[in-house]
DNA sequence: CGGGAGGTTCCCCCTACGGGAACAACGATT
DNA sequence: AATCGTTGTTCCCGTAGGGGGAACCTCCCG
């Protein structure tokens, strides 16, 4: 029954259960796609009368669909992500400069916001010779591996920034990656000095990241960055023209961004 | 406290208030953006406690985030719809026809799907002279005045399409607008023997679209169209031009899919 | 025709939810 | 600094709303 909320801080107090069974119901249609009330009853140890009446509600609320044998997640879904996308500072510079981004050089383009103390891949755009990668809008990766991560980690308010490294468990994705608070805290320590933050294979072996902050102010609103193989991320070219990219685009976003 | 479900058909029985308020919070957040306690537990009639503790259920459960002072939707929306968007056939081809569409004719392509007997836009993409519609992911628009509505329809099994026209409320949005269940389904007698949809003005003025349905085998999975200014949209171009388009990518869209 | 699986309805009992009110934390205004 | 107003949080109580069991319906398959 209960999860692990890695996430920033626990929070305690009084919850809703029949709001916590919707929301198990409805992640359970995202990953299973179509099923009916008999499968969700059984897998979530509800009577089939309980869910039954959920996915009634739900079904007149227009958040899920009945079709044929069964239910999905309806399209309305996605209008309520366009209306939070637009929510998030001036989505439509921020799409446009990491499309540019990914044409200009020929990689992939990431633009992240933390919450909840992950990366959560705001869009994504991807260049001529771009590899592919498993990343997907609205999937989040952790801090302390990924380029977007350690700089959006790098300029957040101390406070912000140390709870969020208490919290983080620490897992090796490669041999690369860093596993303890104090080499974080000194690597962030770099990526602020150098303006730009990034990932040698820390996350995904032989795939190497440069990333910008995008600030509003003191602020930062998020990240953006250029992820390809090793290859043709040479220390050169990483420290130079890639680096300069990103840090071109971050600043066109900054100075089109008028925040609320 | 009913609202109208303008939809297909009525759903009778018990539903769950908790839920129905958990949704009227998500609603509210998202179309205000970032609000707090107090002007959530105002607009909707309930105390400080009930919207407080069913705030805390939804940060807990990560559908939304405190932010500074109120609470906002979280990225995990997103991340949400472009699973519920894969779950559609296969996406990819979707996305890759609709852009391809765009950039050969120029103008402006979407791809719907009908639900709760409106017309779903699944995507979308903008040519290079394509006029600015307000059209947007994920929003809806009605069945009866728009190319991919028309052309749903008339591919649907007649007991669903009768059900969705006898619900349909006819509002004139345009003087060409079709406003009688009659003349609609005289339309899509004609809509189903040229093997393409037209919207000649009905929806907005001055604007023409086209639509070819995307089926697999018997069942229509949605539709795919063009739309522009009627100066550019000659009865001529229309006819042959254009409607080959959207037929073809229509069925480049039925070859590629393989659907459950 | 009969059996089985999944969906729907009915009803009861208990709990957990909604609401009121008190309490706490800021901030502004004088 | 002191007071008031505003917003967020906590506590507690009474009850109606929701979870569960079981009966019932519907459809499919043999």
Do not use: W
């Amino acid at each position: 029954m209960s999860r692990t909320t890695g996430g920033g801080d626990e929070r305690t107090g009084r919850t809703i259960r029949s709001v916590e069974i919707a929301l198990n119901i409805i992640e359970l249609l995202q990953e299973r796609g179509r099923i009916g009330v008999t499968e969700i009853a059984n897998d979530l140890g509800h009577s089939k009368s309980t869910v039954h009446s959920h996915l009634r509600t739900l079904e007149k609320r227009r958040v899920l669909v009945r079709e044929g044998d069964g239910y999905r997640l309806s399209l309305r879904i996605i209008d309520m992500a366009t209306r939070v996308r637009e929510q998030v500072g001036n989505y439509d510079v921020i799409e446009r400069e990491v499309d540019k981004l990914a044409t200009e050089t020929g990689e992939i383009a990431h633009f992240g916001i933390e919450e909840y103390g992950e990366v959560y891949y705001l869009c994504k755009a991807r260049g001529s010779q771009s590899v592919e990668t498993k990343s997907r809008i609205g999937t989040q990766q952790p801090m302390y591996s990924t380029s977007l991560g350690k700089t959006i980690l790098a300029h957040l308010p101390p406070e912000r920034q140390e709870q969020i490294i208490e919290s983080c468990r620490f897992e090796p994705h490669t041999p690369h990656t860093i596993t303890s608070p104090d080499a974080l805290y000194e690597e962030l320590e770099t990526t602020i000095e150098r303006g730009y933050g990034i990932d040698d294979e820390e996350n995904i072996e032989g795939l190497r990241c440069v990333a910008a902050p995008v600030k509003n102010g003191e602020t930062v609103l998020g990240a953006i960055s250029i992820s390809g193989p090793t290859s043709r991320f040479t220390d050169e070219r990483l420290h130079t023209e890639l680096a300069e990219h990103v840090k071109r685009a971050a600043n066109v976003i900054e100075l089109n961004t008028k925040f609320s």
